[in-house]
């Protein structure tokens, strides 16, 4: 009898007989003279099947009445579920490798999805001017007043800080040489043409390219946007253009106010760490700096704005149905954002300086 009575006796001659039984070819499990059979003793018996199992040998079964057949079958089957056989552990290596393969994978996958979107846009953009669609002058009013105009202290303050910093350490740094007034050269041209937008464009990243993510996504989580295209209205035409519009004129707009207050901030340690009065400052940068420089940054910021724009609400529609996807999707939104935009300055700067501009 293999039942719960028995278990305690047969448990250690069922553990000598994994250890001890070899290699041979074929297992053959004789079930004849099993009188009863219960759960607990089909489980030792099933240890059996499965110890020589793993080993590679075949294992046959006979003997079996009809009801100890059905208690073992559901015994194998729930075993089986229960404990599967583990993969074998891969080398550290190896998992390192695979996770930079699938990270990279899902890299291609963004931009193609960001490429696609991108021809959405176009498209809906397209049927404003066929007049199949219908140009939201107010919507993009209501998003430039909030990408643009409320953004304007802080993105002033900010800058202003920067100029500030650059301008004391590069009057620290010059001051060795006797080239102080050397700093209105580091702080005018490395503002027009790199800092000036690309500050800006981080800020906006994370203040507005945060803000239309978690608006779209939201929107998704309650099904607005099902709702849009049940009325049949294009999701990409009421929702995304006007955000995209406002921010590729919104954003130019605030390079060009960030880089008077960088510059003026610049201007004002300048003068009072540096001893380089305002009249000097503004008088060498109007001889050295060119309006090249000025046109080199603002031309970035469109393209820039294009950017954040187009990565934050695809970000929002990728949105599920939880407040854990919302918040997963907006800091995706915002890393990926700034991580683009970064990338997009430094492919501009290569591209200035081959053109010698």
């Not at 202003?160 to 910093?165: D, S």
Request: proline residues 3%; aromatic residues 8%; charged residues 15%.
């Amino acid at each position: 009898m293999w039942t719960a009575e028995t278990a305690g006796d047969m448990e250690p001659k069922v553990a000598g007989l994994i250890a001890e039984g070899g290699s041979p070819q074929s297992v053959l499990l004789d079930f004849s003279r099993v009188q009863r059979l219960d759960t607990l003793g089909g489980t030792l018996v099933r240890g059996i099947e499965m110890a020589f199992g793993a080993r590679g040998i075949p294992v046959e079964r006979t003997g079996l009445s009809k009801a100890a057949a059905t208690i073992y079958g559901e015994i194998s089957e729930g075993l089986s579920e229960a404990a599967p056989v583990p993969a074998k552990q891969k080398p550290a290596v190896i998992q390192a490798l695979d996770k930079v393969g699938e990270q990279m994978v899902e890299a291609g996958r963004d931009v193609v999805a960001l490429v696609s979107f991108f021809g959405e846009v176009v498209a809906a953009a397209g049927s404003l001017f066929t007049g199949v669609g219908r140009f939201r002058l107010a919507a993009v009013v209501t998003q430039l007043d909030r990408v643009a105009f409320r953004a304007v202290p802080i993105m002033a303050l900010i800058t202003f800080l920067i100029g500030g910093i650059i301008a004391q350490q590069g009057i620290f740094f010059f001051r060795d040489f006797g080239a102080d007034t050397y700093v209105v050269d580091l702080v005018s041209i490395l503002t027009l043409r790199e800092i000036g937008v690309l500050i800006v464009s981080i800020m906006v990243a994370g203040r507005t390219g945060s803000a239309f993510t978690a608006e779209i996504g939201s929107m998704k989580m309650r099904e607005e946007i099902d709702a849009l295209k049940v009325m049949g209205l294009n999701p990409v035409e009421v929702l995304v253009l006007p955000r995209l519009i406002a921010l590729v004129l919104g954003l130019p707009l605030l390079t060009f106010i960030g880089n008077i207050s960088a510059i003026m901030g610049g201007a004002m340690v300048a003068q009072f760490y540096g001893q380089i009065p305002l009249d000097i400052f503004f008088t060498r940068m109007q001889e050295e700096v060119s309006q090249r420089h000025i046109w080199v940054g603002l031309f970035k910021a469109p393209f820039m704005a294009l950017i954040i724009g187009l990565v934050a609400c695809i970000e929002g529609m990728r949105v599920k149905g939880s407040a854990e996807s919302l918040g997963q999707q907006t800091t995706a939104s915002v890393v990926k954002a700034i991580f683009l935009v970064i990338v997009l300055d430094g492919l501009f700067a290569i591209l200035f300086a081959s053109l010698g501009y």
